[in-house]
Nanobody, 122 residues
Framework: QVQLVESGGGLVQAGGSLRLSCAAS????????MGWFRRAPGKEREFVAA????????YYADSVKGRFTISRDNAKNMVYLQMNSLKPEDTAVYYC???????????????WGQGTQVTVSS
């Protein structure tokens, strides 16, 4: 079992930056691939970024590639999402997920946090 708590969301102007953090509890954190997902109003949840258990491999949705960076610190049980050049269409609730895996072309997680709201104003 892994418990996840996200933080760092807020209101930012277009072009600005935010850094999301995800604090994980549980001794098996370093065994899991981790990911970030988001759900915009009226839309389905979508994959944003993922990172392998050792941090050596990262994956991004095309919509955020080059603007967002996922990272992790296994010593601190933390995962981060640095978001730069934010756009109004990035507005969503962002969720951290543990045991994130790709099934064909679809990403999904096994354990989820409660989410943190990110709002980007134009």
């Amino acid at each position: 079992q892994v418990q996840l708590v996200e933080s760092g969301g807020g209101l930012v102007q277009a072009g600005g930056s935010l850094r999301l953090s995800c604090a994980a509890s549980g001794r098996t954190f370093s065994n899991y691939g981790m990911g970030w997902f988001r759900r915009a109003p009226g839309k389905e949840r979508e994959f944003v970024a993922a990172i392998s258990w050792n941090g050596l491999s990262t994956y991004y949705a095309d919509s955020v590639k080059g603007r967002f960076t996922i990272s992790r610190d296994n010593a601190k049980n933390m995962v981060y999402l640095q978001m730069n050049s934010l756009k109004p269409e990035d507005t969503a609730v962002y969720y951290c997920a543990a045991n994130t895996r790709r099934y064909g072309s679809t990403w999904s997680g096994g354990y989820w946090g409660q989410g943190t709201q990110v709002t980007v104003s134009s």
